[in-house]
């Protein structure tokens, strides 16, 4: 599996890191996913889509809001059923 950093945004003083992360499916199709980190607490939700220009866009979503940990799944929940 490979990684590209997004970026990093603070909260409550300590940085969340952002990472599209991605790598073949078992179809063989290159399948975004994200990875975000907030001090040892780490949320993967891997094969999110096959876009790579959704899952940046998702990913500088969650940036630019400075999305906690505990709202990544709901926030990739609503943006899979938009």
């Known amino acids: 599996m490979e990684t590209h950093i997004v970026g990093s945004c603070e909260y409550l003083g300590v940085p969340i890191r952002y990472t599209l992360i ?45 999305v906690p940990l505990s709202a990544v799944r709901d926030v990739v929940d609503d943006w899979l059923l938009r």
Not at 42 to 59: H, K, N, S
């Open 22 to 66: 991605y790598g073949p499916s078992d179809e063989n199709v290159k399948q975004y996913g994200i990875l975000a980190e907030y001090q040892e607490e780490r949320v993967c939700i891997p094969e999110i889509t096959a876009v790579l220009e959704d899952a940046q866009a998702l990913a500088e979503q969650m940036l630019s809001n400075c």
